[in-house]
């Protein structure tokens, strides 16, 4: 009876057996005769309901101070409920209080609290309905990623968080560093990396893309699930310094695979999510974002349109509608545009491709055209791009062009150009940040409440 | 066709299908009428053999060119093998070489190389057998750990990897700041983190354990999987900068508890790798440590041995064997006495508890004897301690004793204080070095070879 969660008890008829109540209460109502108390443990959305009677040994001292907040261990008896809401109650005949919650000072009020206000508490805030609902769901998302993957034959490739190269090339980077702040080596006026811990400048990764490449050129087919970071001064709801990514690279895959990979990941992530974390999906449709069932239902069973950036671009441009930014070949395309293009005229997913190589990143594939480049980025209705990826430049002569012409060090490269060298192969990846992903699934606004502690300018509490 | 890896294609029978073989030559063999030609893509050790007849059209363009490294897309038949060692080869019809890899600069010639220069060519060494072994048998290992906590009812908790607390107590930390390191702020001569990306002073985690705690007192069963950091210069095949932590933690749990979860974790993960990667475990078992396989079966099926510090003391005394460090009540077990213990004494695991409180840390719950703690260390032969857990202290009073008593600023602490002011529970938790598991399970002697990209002192390339 030890390891019953309440989530497993709340399946079990009220048939008089004994259960083990272990929790948290929620809410206590006192009636003439008895008190409902409804204790949580987090296992699940749903509370189960303790009726207290009057006449239980000691009432007078112990119903006070079962007020929310406060954990307790409850043996009772499992019998069935005249309440609508629940089939079976426990009636008790041991409660302990393991551990009290002042009502006065206990800042999680039963009244509904604003997220900014939650975000100052981190660690209470998983003990609200709208907290433990993001984080069972993140958790069924993580375990719906790994699984996935295992599934299909990807090997999980743990790249590394700090690294050497600032060549990731995707904006400004930490940096970490062992040395004594207030003393930092000098030579000649220049600071000297070389008593550093790694002896070379050091940064927290980007992207860790490039090394799995590495590891697609030798196990075929592999992936990364682990926290990236962006040393981006922007203090919005959709920024984080530290975040999750995942970054799936396939060997002997050109860019249609890699759009068939990206469809199928998405759509089951969807699935597994609808399946398995019913409660707490239903929690958001009506809570957060009413109609999201619906909407995740539809994109799980819509085939995803495949278009070009130059049709993009012709789709836009024929729609008649004014844009904030203007629409003409070669822009980076703006949120804006992307939402209309996933939302408005296809009204489901979009996966575009090819896009301008002036926009893009020097590791994508070239096409013959020597214009475009074999991207492809999927975008979604309410959210836009989810989804960044390329074929992989695969030939060692027109890399190394790419990173000359766009003026990176070729020494930084060494191993990357090698990998064109020695059995090169096509490949192909892409990436999607995680806490992204969460919001689109959960509807969650903020980025920061989707991540269990979030790192911003200014913001390292916890 | 285009899915097949060659690990599926090893599965099929030679009944002249159709297959498409796309890999890597890990060998070419010439006899007098043909060449067999091993090629392998990381999906499985094995490689398939392609036996290409020296009629083939083209044979004296294409067969030089077939060489350890290139990388080739093979279209043929699957027929039944004449040889031993498999049961199907492939009669090629196609042979496209997708990538040359030049024998006379290929880094990875065929004779064996040592672990130390394929740390040098850390791109390249995932296509050798025994790198392609690990990193198959870490990703089962990782598959494996999120699987048996899914199945319990755990929940995956990303907890910070960049950190403002320097409390977590466990060594020198790297410093992370979005400073110009040349000209670092200060105001009255100290440094001006308020100024910094975070507003203070930042650094990479040592532990997720304090976070987990949060999530634990409000899901009730969580489990952090991580990267986490020392800045400790230590430069021996022990040490890692960055190295992955598994930290399970669990509400209304005691140690009793811990420690049940923490011998089903391990020997759950030891039965999954013996079962799923047994073609890897064999290549260990017979070229890099010699009857592993039977002595991972053995504990798996052992029940682990639990004792008290103070008896796991007087049994080391009662040996009569003279160690380096000598035996006294107090002192910090050394790997001798650990591995002494596990592996001469009791030949199975060994749970040890309720270690002296002077050599723990200030977390742990403090015993009625006022003198031990609930700690568990889990001890294994070949490795000693592989876990380390403890019940925590869920008395506002005595933790907050314990910091006063330890010398700890008591302000950093005040969300972990709070923890047990607003519905404290027992709990417990413990964490262990995924790489040193991985070395328990592969016989890897050297920490740098079981995962991607080591970071180490002076060593930060890839």
């Not at 006065?104 to 433990?132: D, V």
């Amino acid at each position: 009876m030890k390891e019953k969660t309440i989530k497993h008890i709340l399946t079990l008829e009220g048939n008089g057996q004994e259960v083990l109540v272990e929790g948290w209460i929620r809410t206590r109502r006192d009636s003439k005769e008895v008190s409902f108390i409804a204790v949580n443990d987090g296992s699940t959305m749903n509370s189960i309901q303790v009726v207290l009677d009057r006449t239980f040994p000691g009432y007078d001292d112990i119903n006070p101070r079962l007020v929310n907040g406060a954990s307790v261990s409850i043996k009772g008896k499992l019998v069935p409920s005249p309440g609508k809401e629940q089939s079976a109650e426990v009636s008790p005949f041991e409660i302990n209080i393991l551990g009290d919650a002042p009502a006065e000072e206990y800042p999680l009020q039963k009244k509904r609290h604003s997220f900014e206000f939650l975000r100052e508490i981190a660690h209470l805030r998983p003990r609200t309905n709208t907290f433990g609902s993001v984080m069972r769901v993140r958790n069924a998302m993580s375990f719906a990623i790994h699984k996935y993957f295992n599934d299909n034959g990807f090997v999980y490739v743990h790249t590394p968080v700090i690294t050497g190269s600032d060549c990731e090339g995707a904006g400004e980077m930490f940096h970490v560093t062992n040395f004594d702040l207030n003393n930092i080596p000098k030579t000649e006026g220049k600071i000297d990396f070389t008593k550093d811990f790694f002896g070379k400048e050091a940064s927290l990764t980007v992207s860790g893309q490039l090394e799995a490449e590495i590891y697609a050129l030798a196990l075929k087919n592999v992936y990364t699930f682990g926290p990236t970071f962006r040393a981006e001064k922007s203090n919005t709801s959709r920024h984080l310094a530290e975040f999750w990514m995942i970054e799936p690279e396939m060997a002997f895959c050109d860019i249609n695979g890699n759009m068939d990979t990206a469809e199928k990941f998405i759509k089951y992530i969807l699935r597994y999510v609808l399946e398995n974390c019913s409660d707490d999906m239903n929690f958001f449709n009506s809570m957060i974002e009413k109609g999201i069932i619906e909407n995740l239902e539809h994109i799980a069973e819509s085939k995803f349109e495949r278009i070009t950036y130059t049709d993009a671009i012709n789709e836009l441009k024929k729609s008649g509608k004014t844009f904030e930014y203007p629409v003409e070949w070669g822009i980076d395309m703006q949120s804006e545009h992307e939402k209309f293009l996933t939302q408005e005229i296809y009204k489901k997913p979009v996966i575009v491709t090819d896009y301008p190589k002036d926009i893009k990143a020097f590791y994508m594939k070239l096409n013959d055209d020597g214009k475009t480049v074999r991207a492809m980025d999927v975008l979604v209705p309410r959210l836009g791009e989810i989804i960044g990826g390329s074929e992989r430049e695969s030939d060692y002569n027109k890399l190394l062009g790419r990173i000359r012409e766009m003026g990176l060090n070729e020494k930084d490269y060494w191993w990357y150009l090698e990998l064109r060298k020695y059995g090169s192969a096509p490949h192909s990846g892409f990436g999607l940040g995680f806490e992204r992903l969460i919001q689109f699934v959960t509807g969650m606004q903020n980025i920061r409440d989707v991540i269990p502690f979030p790192r911003c300018v200014d913001t390292l509490e916890f």
